[in-house]
């Protein structure tokens, strides 16, 4: 039957950044959908929250307060998952984000942050990951991109490069990690949160109007395109980029606008 | 309960293609996932086996022979739809037709066959549909394109022009009827092994060397992208193409030898047939 292939019954999941937004909808999203959920990011009272959420959908759940830029959290992150489920089946790297600033604006420091916030993360966890995936033969990876990693990604230049790179090493690990390991990447658009409300907010409704489907997304929006590609509904798709933004191409008009809210 | 927005509950789909195939597969999970199955295609015979699976599983079906090609059976497809069922929440365009070729030898006439039942049948169809869909206040398109029109594809001009048409007039048609609360997506497909092309696949096996996953597709693979497309779960995509290909990235070749065991299987193809290669042809 069709629909059981959606499901994500007892399998193992570790979402990165859950403390909010994209991240904690997706926690919460795969527990619904009948995961275990090791919720991550840095700030314990955050995913303890999303912790909480999860095992309210009557899954267990295990919050490791981890910064995904550093290879021996990472590590101990994932050794702490094991000795908890014994296994590890989905991976979702959704730990990201940046400050607004235009690239010319950006020091080396800054630059060579949004990459390890953004890009050099993803590699660290998945390396942690995938080598207990290939002795199971079997897992998901799913990242969270961004649509900034397509377009101009004016005020947000070096987190669209670092995007932009988790793209590519998105379809490369495809290729290096079949055929028992699945990597796909969601690209999300204009999806409002506690972590970017004080730049979106105020052009809301310049993004609406953007948007063919008119409504700014929700972490449900993200949440359920990773439970397509977590789950066997996906099986024969891998390396693969699935943009979840409302049909919305580049606006540049509201890239501006933002520039001008932060004074940049 | 979030599984919930995958369902299809009393929807009511046309598919297109339906008798054999991708579309036959696209049809019994549309109807697993809950919808009402309206089977469109040439030919009545695998269209009536189509329907039995979809009453089997205790959801209606109704079987209208139709060519995508023409206008008139397009109206006479939708008005039966209407006039039997009410409503139209969920078209897929799925009936296409195509054979490997050298470009050089394309007979008098072909290329414009195929670009007319691949991309003026999805446009046709699908304005035919979304008049319906706007009255409804809202609906869902799905065009079935090819990893050919992604990428492009040696010895298939014709048809991979018409699949990268199709990509476009997905993107065309999602900004332009957004507005009337209608999505348009669409799902490129690669090598999928059905009925039609198994006996294609088996002198082609080295093309599963240009795929991450070294396995053919199966018609249930593109289904459940059609099941995430077609329901509330995908509530905010729209415009999208869907690679479903077990990760591949570029075309096969076709070489000669290929072609002129096509040739010697399947015959050269007839300007009104399909050369019996069908649709869905692979990448």
């Not at chain 1, 275990?36 to 929250?49: K, L």
Request: overall charge neutral; aromatic content about 6%.
């Amino acid at each position: 039957m069709i629909l059981d292939r959606f499901s994500l019954k007892d399998k193992v999941a570790i979402v990165t950044g859950a403390g909010r937004g994209i991240g904690q909808g997706i926690a919460v999203a795969f527990g619904e959908a009948g995961a275990d959920v090791v919720c991550t990011s840095r700030t314990a009272e955050q995913i303890e929250a999303t912790a909480a959420q999860v095992r309210h959908t009557g899954r267990k759940a295990l919050a490791v307060a981890c910064d995904v830029r550093d290879n021996d959290q990472v590590e101990n992150m994932v050794r702490q998952a094991m000795q908890e489920f014994g296994h590890i089946d989905i991976l979702v790297n959704n730990a990201g984000g940046g400050l607004f600033r235009t690239v010319m604006g950006a020091s080396q420091r800054s630059f060579e942050s949004d990459l390890r916030t953004n890009l050099t993360s993803v590699f660290l966890c998945i390396k942690a990951v995938a080598p207990i995936m290939q002795k199971q033969k079997s897992g998901s990876i799913v990242n969270i991109s961004s649509r900034e990693s397509q377009i101009p990604a004016l005020g947000m230049g070096a987190y669209g490069a670092a995007k932009a790179g988790v793209n590519s090493i998105t379809k490369t690990l495809a290729w290096e990690l079949a055929p028992y390991i699945r990597v796909n990447s969601i690209l999300p658009g204009s999806v409002l949160t506690p972590t970017n409300i004080d730049y979106l907010g105020p052009v809301k409704d310049m993004l609406i109007a953007a948007t063919p489907v008119k409504r700014t997304g929700m972490p449900e929006d993200i949440a359920l395109a990773a439970i397509y590609l977590a789950s066997s509904a996906s099986e024969w798709v891998t390396g693969k980029l699935l943009e979840v933004d409302g049909g919305m191409e580049f606006a540049y008009n509201i890239h501006q606008q933002m520039g001008k809210a932060e004074g940049k | 309960m979030i599984l919930d927005r995958f369902s299809l509950k009393d929807k009511v789909a046309i598919v297109t293609g339906a008798g054999t195939g991708i579309g036959h597969g696209i049809s019994i999970g549309l109807a697993e996932a809950g919808a009402h199955i309206v089977c469109a295609a040439r030919t009545a015979a695998p269209l009536e086996a189509t329907a039995e699976k979809v009453r089997a599983l205790g959801r209606m079906a109704l079987v209208v022979p139709t060519d995508v090609a023409r206008s008139q059976a397009i109206d006479n497809l939708v008005a039966k739809t209407m006039r039997e069922l009410g409503r139209i929440d969920i078209l897929v365009n799925n009936a296409a037709i195509g054979t490997p070729m050298r470009s050089l030898d394309v007979p008098e006439g072909y290329w414009e066959e195929v670009i007319h039942t691949c991309l003026t049948g999805v446009f046709l169809c699908s304005r035919v549909v979304a008049r319906v869909m706007r009255e409804q206040a809202g609906g869902n398109i799905i065009n079935i394109s090819s990893g050919a029109g992604v990428t492009g594809a040696s010895k298939q001009a014709a048809y991979s022009s018409a699949k990268a048409g199709v990509i476009t007039l997905t993107r065309s048609l999602a900004w332009e009827w957004a507005s009337y609360n209608i999505r348009v997506n669409c799902i490129a497909p690669g090598a999928v092994l059905h009925e039609r092309t198994k006996d294609f696949f088996s002198i082609v096996p080295q093309w599963l060397d240009f795929q991450a996953i070294k396995r053919w597709g199966t018609p249930e693979d593109i289904a459940a992208a059609c099941v995430y497309l077609a329901s509330d779960a995908s509530e905010w995509v729209t415009g999208q193409t869907f690679n479903i290909d077990g990760g591949s990235h570029t075309p096969a070749e076709v070489d000669d030898r290929v072609i002129d065991a096509i040739m010697a299987t399947f015959g050269s193809p007839q300007p009104s047939g399909d050369g019996g290669m069908g649709g869905a042809q692979s990448k």
